[in-house]
């Protein structure tokens, strides 16, 4: 065997950021300037289109890390073909295991920050991670037209990062990170700081593209080493199965080569690559091998997850196993088991059907897991936060599942005899005259304050350490309390000891005692009593919550009393024109607003929310037994 060898026509890079900061908009550019379209196909191409699923596009996030090719040729790769592999990665911390796992193909990092917001947790999150593999960053300022664009301070902010993030195991040298100035919009970037609210001094990305390939070093190799291969990804076709997606680490891949499969669970087993295919742009194109440094997609291995190594046959060595942060947040999900189940024609509703699916989403999903609970139509679904088991629950239903989903839970554990609970790191953005408002609501949930930042703009940053449960419902909440203008990001920030009970929700729930329709003169006559989620004519059953008390405690109403017809005219006959709008919620508003006794209905066309035992005799026995136990 030969020493280490190095790929220069290769580059394999993660673009990272937080929500929101711009980061698949500029992947956008640098696929069209990068020549990743033809002429006829820019003309065609969507915004965005690193965001491929349909709840990507709706709620205008990343949630799954994907990859794409740009064959660069541009000055500065000197008229040679360059191959640049770059990973898109979520920016929103829930979906954590995907920016994990794209950092275990990468060799470096860019690092996208708003011009105006700055570092935020995600910020945080993704570069204590590309710092820990030892990774070189590029710090990419991005939207300097902003007209609040304040790019100075937001430099001096991420340099201010880096030093907190740094300690004894890292090397100083890793604040000496390039800085380029962009607007991914505009297609643009420099590396001479305009001023605030301007355009850098470019015609194009080239000065991104230099500083990439002058940053991330160009992977490494042994020449004549044995094959290995790290699968990564996961993906289907309906003409190839499942696909894994693998980058290479030493040796060559090649369609129709014989490999050592080295599993989880230790054993190894030998099979065939039937498909190799390489990507180009936003394609796959059918290829016959692949080398070191190279991200490639295999089939012919129906059953390989993540984080598996592909070996030589011969001489089979395995690679570490990619591993995620524990998770946070937990929710039962099961089978619909309301009276209005199977009412949506082509609904899946079995038991079985409902596992085959979990199961199936833990073979690509590497932050999830699934525990059996009491009821064997039931599971335990264990996430990193409330959005991430909430788009898992919403992708099913869009697939036509009928689900009861309980309230969130927090994932304890504990450490030296004693409860522990996950803790959050909390950003809040928000006006100046909500600074009373939003600490009053923190502290109710167990929050204390870590600092506060004034920027003389009228809007402060403030910055919380928060148990994780007190987060269940809180946006709702902070939302109503700082009138939409709030804005509130956070990251798990590791355990701390149990902070004692939080009351997330003071008004109770107005609960259908019978079942039936709804009617307009049964809802203006209970409007007063608090606030109806419900319309009029909407089938509803014994149990089902119809709106939110004005008080505390829970209130068993009649939603279905129709008005006694008699032969008498009146000239208020009818009159229905003081009915308040119904408040319609969201499936992740449903999940908020869940009580420990409640929980969310979810089918293809209705997300509704119920009593977990519905009839009202017994809820009023259990309660009743409550008390007692108290007292004594």
């Not at 690193?50 to 990507?56: I, P």
């Not at 408002?437 to 940053?461: D, F, P, Q, Y």
């Not at 006959?573 to 969310?600: G, H, T, Y």
Request: net charge negative; charged share 25%; glycine share 10%.
């Amino acid at each position: 065997m030969s020493g280490q060898k190095t790929r220069t026509d290769l580059r394999n890079v993660a673009i990272v950021a937080h929500v929101d900061h711009g980061k698949t908009t500029l992947v956008d550019a640098m696929l069209r300037q990068g020549g990743a379209f033809t002429e006829h196909q820019a003309e065609g191409v969507a915004e965005r289109v690193m965001d491929s699923g349909d709840l990507e596009r709706e709620k205008g996030i990343t949630i799954l890390a994907k990859n794409t090719a740009i064959h660069y040729a541009g000055p500065s790769a000197g008229g040679e073909p360059m191959v640049i592999n770059i990973i898109d990665t979520p920016g929103h911390a829930d979906f954590g295991g995907e920016v994990e796992r794209g950092l275990s193909m990468v060799d470096g990092i860019v690092l996208l920050v708003d011009a105006s917001e700055g570092p935020l947790p995600q910020t945080r999150f993704v570069l204590r991670k590309a710092l820990n593999a030892d990774m070189p960053v590029i710090l990419v300022v991005n939207k300097t037209d902003r007209g609040d664009a304040r790019i100075a301070e937001v430099v001096d902010e991420t340099y201010e990062l880096f030093m907190d993030l740094l300690d004894d195991t890292h090397s100083q040298a890793a604040l000496d990170f390039p800085v380029v100035y962009a607007s991914g919009r505009a297609g643009v970037a420099g590396l001479d700081q305009p001023a605030n609210g301007e355009l850098p001094d470019s015609p194009d990305l080239e000065p991104l593209f230099k500083t990439i390939l002058d940053t991330i070093p160009a992977p490494t190799y042994t020449e004549g080493a044995p094959l290995q291969a790290h699968v990564t990804n996961l993906d289907s076709s309906p003409f190839l199965g499942r696909l894994a997606l693998v980058r290479v680490h030493e040796g060559v891949l090649k369609k129709g080569q014989t490999v050592a499969w080295m599993k989880r669970d230790g054993e190894t087993k030998k099979v065939r690559i039937t498909e190799l295919l390489v990507t180009e742009g936003l394609e796959r194109q059918p290829g016959e091998s692949a080398g070191p440094g190279d991200i490639v997609a295999i089939a012919g291995i129906p059953d390989i997850t993540i984080g598996e190594t592909l070996a030589d046959a011969e001489n089979p060595v395995a690679l570490p196993l990619i591993h995620v942060d524990e998770p946070a947040i937990s929710m039962t999900i099961g089978t619909n088991t309301s009276p209005l189940v199977g009412r949506v024609k082509g609904s899946k509703v079995t038991a079985r059907l409902v596992k085959d699916r979990l199961d199936a989403e833990l073979i690509g999903n590497v932050s999830l897991r699934v525990l059996p609970t009491e009821r064997p139509d039931a599971w335990e679904v264990q996430g990193r936060g409330e959005l991430a088991l909430a788009i898992l629950v919403e992708q099913m239903r869009r697939e036509g599942f009928e689900l009861t989903v309980g309230k969130p839970q927090v994932v304890t554990k504990e450490i030296d005899g004693k409860k522990h609970e996950p803790v959050e790191r909390l950003t809040i953005d928000a006006p100046e005259e909500y600074l009373g408002t939003i600490t009053e609501l923190l502290a109710s949930r167990k929050g204390r304050m870590e600092g506060m930042t004034n920027h003389g703009t009228g809007w402060v940053r403030m910055e919380f350490l928060v148990p994780a449960r007190g987060l269940i419902g809180f946006r709702t909440e902070f939302l109503t309390d700082t009138r939409g203008t709030g804005i509130a990001h956070h990251i798990s920030e590791g355990y701390e000891p149990w902070a004692g009970e939080i009351r997330s929700r003071n008004n109770g729930s107005l609960v259908a005692d019978r079942k039936g329709v709804t009617t307009a003169y049964a809802m203006t006559s209970l409007q007063e009593r608090g606030v109806m989620f419900l319309e009029p004519a909407v089938e509803v059953y014994e149990g089902m919550i119809v709106g939110e008390n004005s008080r505390a405690d829970d209130m068993d109403v009649n939603i279905t009393k129709e008005k006694q017809q008699t032969n008498i005219r009146s000239a208020t006959s009818d009159n229905f024109e003081k009915l308040i709008p119904a408040k319609k919620l969201s499936l992740e508003q449903c999940l908020e607003f869940c009580r420990d006794d409640e929980c969310v209905e979810v089918t293809a066309d209705q997300v509704r929310i119920r009593k977990v035992v519905l009839d009202a005799n017994a809820r009023a026995k259990t309660a009743s037994q409550a008390r007692k136990a108290n007292k004594s």
